[in-house]
T-cell receptor
Framework: QTVVTQEPSFSVSPGGTVILTCDLRSGSVSPRHYPSWYQQTPGQAPRALIYKTDTRSSGVPDRFSGSILGNKAALTISGAQAEDESDYYC??????????FGGGTKLTVL | QVQLVESGGGAVQPGGSLRLSCAASGFPFSKTDMHWVRQAPGKGLEWVAFMRNDGSDTSYADSVKGRFTMSRDNSKSVLFLQMNSLRTEDTGLYYCATNRGYYAVGEWGQGTLATVSS
Protein backbone atom coordinates (compact mmCIF):
# COMPACT_ATOMS: atom_id res chain seq x y z
CA GLN A 1 0.00 0.00 0.00
CA THR A 2 1.34 3.39 -1.04
CA VAL A 3 1.77 5.91 1.79
CA VAL A 4 1.80 9.59 0.86
CA THR A 5 2.84 12.04 3.57
CA GLN A 6 2.19 15.75 4.01
CA GLU A 7 2.88 18.17 6.84
CA PRO A 8 -0.14 17.95 9.19
CA SER A 9 -0.23 21.70 9.67
CA PHE A 10 1.47 24.90 8.58
CA SER A 11 1.12 28.55 9.38
CA VAL A 12 1.84 31.58 7.19
CA SER A 13 1.48 35.31 7.66
CA PRO A 14 -0.74 37.28 5.27
CA GLY A 15 1.36 38.20 2.24
CA GLY A 16 3.91 35.55 3.05
CA THR A 17 5.06 32.53 1.07
CA VAL A 18 4.56 28.94 2.12
CA ILE A 19 5.67 25.67 0.54
CA LEU A 20 3.63 22.54 1.28
CA THR A 21 5.21 19.22 0.36
CA CYS A 22 4.04 15.75 -0.63
CA ASP A 23 6.30 12.77 -0.09
CA LEU A 24 6.26 9.05 -0.86
CA ARG A 25 7.38 6.87 2.02
CA SER A 26 8.67 4.30 -0.46
CA GLY A 27 10.70 6.65 -2.63
CA SER A 28 10.77 9.88 -4.60
CA VAL A 29 7.88 11.73 -6.18
CA SER A 30 8.56 12.36 -9.87
CA PRO A 31 6.56 13.77 -12.79
CA ARG A 32 5.57 10.20 -13.71
CA HIS A 33 3.40 10.24 -10.57
CA TYR A 34 1.41 13.16 -12.03
CA PRO A 35 1.07 14.89 -8.65
CA SER A 36 -2.05 17.02 -8.25
CA TRP A 37 -3.26 19.35 -5.49
CA TYR A 38 -6.69 20.10 -4.03
CA GLN A 39 -8.02 22.75 -1.68
CA GLN A 40 -10.84 22.09 0.76
CA THR A 41 -12.47 24.61 3.06
CA PRO A 42 -14.63 23.37 5.97
CA GLY A 43 -17.98 22.02 4.88
CA GLN A 44 -17.16 22.26 1.20
CA ALA A 45 -16.20 19.80 -1.50
CA PRO A 46 -12.56 19.84 -2.59
CA ARG A 47 -11.48 22.07 -5.45
CA ALA A 48 -8.79 21.20 -7.98
CA LEU A 49 -5.79 23.54 -7.91
CA ILE A 50 -2.86 21.93 -9.75
CA TYR A 51 -2.48 18.90 -12.02
CA LYS A 52 0.42 17.25 -13.85
CA THR A 53 2.86 18.62 -11.29
CA ASP A 54 2.63 22.30 -12.20
CA THR A 55 -0.42 23.11 -14.35
CA ARG A 56 -3.03 25.35 -12.72
CA SER A 57 -6.68 24.44 -13.09
CA SER A 58 -8.96 27.00 -14.70
CA GLY A 59 -9.66 30.00 -12.46
CA VAL A 60 -6.92 29.26 -9.93
CA PRO A 61 -4.96 32.39 -8.97
CA ASP A 62 -1.34 32.50 -10.09
CA ARG A 63 -0.14 32.79 -6.51
CA PHE A 64 -0.58 29.00 -6.43
CA SER A 65 2.16 27.04 -8.17
CA GLY A 66 3.25 23.42 -8.25
CA SER A 67 6.66 21.86 -8.70
CA ILE A 68 8.97 19.00 -7.80
CA LEU A 69 11.45 20.04 -5.10
CA GLY A 70 14.14 17.47 -4.56
CA ASN A 71 12.27 14.21 -4.20
CA LYS A 72 8.89 15.69 -3.23
CA ALA A 73 5.97 17.37 -4.93
CA ALA A 74 5.44 20.90 -3.70
CA LEU A 75 2.64 23.46 -3.64
CA THR A 76 3.82 27.03 -3.22
CA ILE A 77 1.49 29.83 -2.21
CA SER A 78 3.13 33.21 -2.82
CA GLY A 79 1.47 36.19 -1.17
CA ALA A 80 -0.93 34.17 0.98
CA GLN A 81 -4.34 35.66 1.61
CA ALA A 82 -6.80 35.06 4.41
CA GLU A 83 -9.06 33.15 2.02
CA ASP A 84 -6.27 30.61 1.46
CA GLU A 85 -6.81 29.21 4.96
CA SER A 86 -7.90 25.66 4.07
CA ASP A 87 -6.90 22.04 4.01
CA TYR A 88 -4.64 21.06 1.11
CA TYR A 89 -4.32 17.55 -0.26
CA CYS A 90 -1.91 16.09 -2.77
CA UNK A 91 -2.80 13.09 -4.90
CA UNK A 92 -0.32 10.75 -6.52
CA UNK A 93 -0.91 8.39 -9.44
CA UNK A 94 0.34 4.98 -8.34
CA UNK A 95 -0.11 3.10 -11.60
CA UNK A 96 -2.74 0.78 -13.13
CA UNK A 97 -5.43 3.44 -12.64
CA UNK A 98 -4.97 3.65 -8.89
CA UNK A 99 -4.25 6.74 -6.85
CA UNK A 100 -3.34 7.73 -3.30
CA PHE A 101 -4.02 10.94 -1.38
CA GLY A 102 -1.75 12.42 1.21
CA GLY A 103 -3.09 12.98 4.69
CA GLY A 104 -3.60 16.68 4.06
CA THR A 105 -2.09 19.89 5.43
CA LYS A 106 -4.14 22.32 7.48
CA LEU A 107 -2.96 25.81 6.53
CA THR A 108 -3.53 28.70 8.90
CA VAL A 109 -3.10 32.28 7.70
CA LEU A 110 -2.43 34.62 10.62
CA GLN B 1 -21.68 24.07 -15.99
CA VAL B 2 -20.63 20.72 -14.57
CA GLN B 3 -23.05 19.30 -12.02
CA LEU B 4 -22.54 16.12 -10.03
CA VAL B 5 -25.30 15.23 -7.57
CA GLU B 6 -24.77 12.23 -5.31
CA SER B 7 -27.57 10.39 -3.53
CA GLY B 8 -28.26 7.08 -1.82
CA GLY B 9 -26.36 7.59 1.39
CA GLY B 10 -27.87 6.68 4.74
CA ALA B 11 -27.46 4.66 7.90
CA VAL B 12 -26.81 0.92 7.73
CA GLN B 13 -25.58 -1.76 10.11
CA PRO B 14 -22.22 -3.48 9.67
CA GLY B 15 -22.48 -6.17 7.02
CA GLY B 16 -25.20 -4.27 5.20
CA SER B 17 -25.30 -2.70 1.75
CA LEU B 18 -25.84 0.69 0.16
CA ARG B 19 -26.04 1.79 -3.46
CA LEU B 20 -24.84 5.29 -4.17
CA SER B 21 -25.77 7.21 -7.31
CA CYS B 22 -24.29 10.26 -8.96
CA ALA B 23 -26.33 12.17 -11.55
CA ALA B 24 -24.11 14.05 -13.97
CA SER B 25 -24.86 16.97 -16.26
CA GLY B 26 -23.15 19.84 -18.04
CA PHE B 27 -20.40 17.80 -19.66
CA PRO B 28 -20.06 14.78 -22.01
CA PHE B 29 -20.51 12.07 -19.40
CA SER B 30 -20.11 9.17 -21.84
CA LYS B 31 -16.66 10.48 -22.79
CA THR B 32 -15.47 11.12 -19.23
CA ASP B 33 -13.66 8.76 -16.88
CA MET B 34 -14.96 8.98 -13.30
CA HIS B 35 -13.83 8.51 -9.69
CA TRP B 36 -15.34 7.92 -6.27
CA VAL B 37 -13.49 9.51 -3.36
CA ARG B 38 -14.51 9.34 0.30
CA GLN B 39 -13.80 11.26 3.47
CA ALA B 40 -14.34 9.89 6.96
CA PRO B 41 -15.65 12.43 9.50
CA GLY B 42 -12.84 14.82 10.43
CA LYS B 43 -10.32 12.91 8.31
CA GLY B 44 -8.60 13.26 4.97
CA LEU B 45 -9.54 12.23 1.45
CA GLU B 46 -9.28 8.61 0.33
CA TRP B 47 -9.44 7.53 -3.31
CA VAL B 48 -11.96 4.66 -3.65
CA ALA B 49 -12.58 3.69 -7.27
CA PHE B 50 -12.13 4.62 -10.94
CA MET B 51 -14.00 3.69 -14.11
CA ARG B 52 -13.18 4.38 -17.74
CA ASN B 53 -15.77 6.30 -19.78
CA ASP B 54 -17.07 3.19 -21.51
CA GLY B 55 -16.95 0.97 -18.41
CA SER B 56 -14.17 -1.12 -19.95
CA ASP B 57 -11.78 -0.74 -17.04
CA THR B 58 -12.39 -0.40 -13.32
CA SER B 59 -9.98 -0.16 -10.41
CA TYR B 60 -10.40 -0.06 -6.64
CA ALA B 61 -8.52 0.83 -3.49
CA ASP B 62 -7.32 -2.22 -1.57
CA SER B 63 -9.57 -1.20 1.34
CA VAL B 64 -12.75 -1.77 -0.71
CA LYS B 65 -11.69 -4.34 -3.30
CA GLY B 66 -14.06 -7.30 -3.43
CA ARG B 67 -16.78 -5.42 -1.51
CA PHE B 68 -17.51 -2.34 -3.67
CA THR B 69 -18.53 -2.33 -7.34
CA MET B 70 -18.54 0.76 -9.53
CA SER B 71 -20.77 0.96 -12.60
CA ARG B 72 -22.34 3.53 -14.89
CA ASP B 73 -25.29 4.08 -17.21
CA ASN B 74 -24.10 6.37 -19.99
CA SER B 75 -27.58 6.54 -21.52
CA LYS B 76 -28.81 8.27 -18.34
CA SER B 77 -25.54 9.97 -17.29
CA VAL B 78 -25.51 8.24 -13.94
CA LEU B 79 -22.64 6.73 -11.96
CA PHE B 80 -23.12 4.09 -9.27
CA LEU B 81 -21.22 2.62 -6.35
CA GLN B 82 -22.59 -0.61 -4.92
CA MET B 83 -21.23 -1.08 -1.43
CA ASN B 84 -21.58 -4.50 0.20
CA SER B 85 -20.29 -6.06 3.43
CA LEU B 86 -20.03 -2.59 4.91
CA ARG B 87 -17.77 -1.94 7.89
CA THR B 88 -17.75 0.86 10.44
CA GLU B 89 -14.59 2.22 8.80
CA ASP B 90 -16.55 2.76 5.56
CA THR B 91 -18.45 5.59 7.25
CA GLY B 92 -17.91 8.87 5.45
CA LEU B 93 -18.90 11.38 2.83
CA TYR B 94 -18.69 9.84 -0.64
CA TYR B 95 -17.89 12.16 -3.54
CA CYS B 96 -18.17 11.36 -7.21
CA ALA B 97 -15.72 13.27 -9.37
CA THR B 98 -14.61 13.61 -12.96
CA ASN B 99 -11.21 12.53 -14.20
CA ARG B 100 -9.79 15.60 -15.89
CA GLY B 101 -7.02 13.86 -17.73
CA TYR B 102 -3.35 13.71 -16.78
CA TYR B 103 -4.34 11.37 -13.95
CA ALA B 104 -6.05 14.03 -11.86
CA VAL B 105 -9.51 14.71 -10.48
CA GLY B 106 -11.36 17.64 -12.03
CA GLU B 107 -14.85 18.48 -10.80
CA TRP B 108 -16.39 17.22 -7.55
CA GLY B 109 -19.94 16.71 -6.35
CA GLN B 110 -21.08 17.76 -2.88
CA GLY B 111 -21.07 14.20 -1.54
CA THR B 112 -23.51 11.81 0.10
CA LEU B 113 -23.04 10.55 3.65
CA ALA B 114 -22.89 6.83 4.43
CA THR B 115 -22.97 5.86 8.09
CA VAL B 116 -22.18 2.30 9.13
CA SER B 117 -23.00 1.69 12.77
CA SER B 118 -24.69 -0.85 14.98
Amino acid sequence: QTVVTQEPSFSVSPGGTVILTCDLRSGSVSPRHYPSWYQQTPGQAPRALIYKTDTRSSGVPDRFSGSILGNKAALTISGAQAEDESDYYCMIYTGSHTWAFGGGTKLTVL
Amino acid sequence: QVQLVESGGGAVQPGGSLRLSCAASGFPFSKTDMHWVRQAPGKGLEWVAFMRNDGSDTSYADSVKGRFTMSRDNSKSVLFLQMNSLRTEDTGLYYCATNRGYYAVGEWGQGTLATVSS
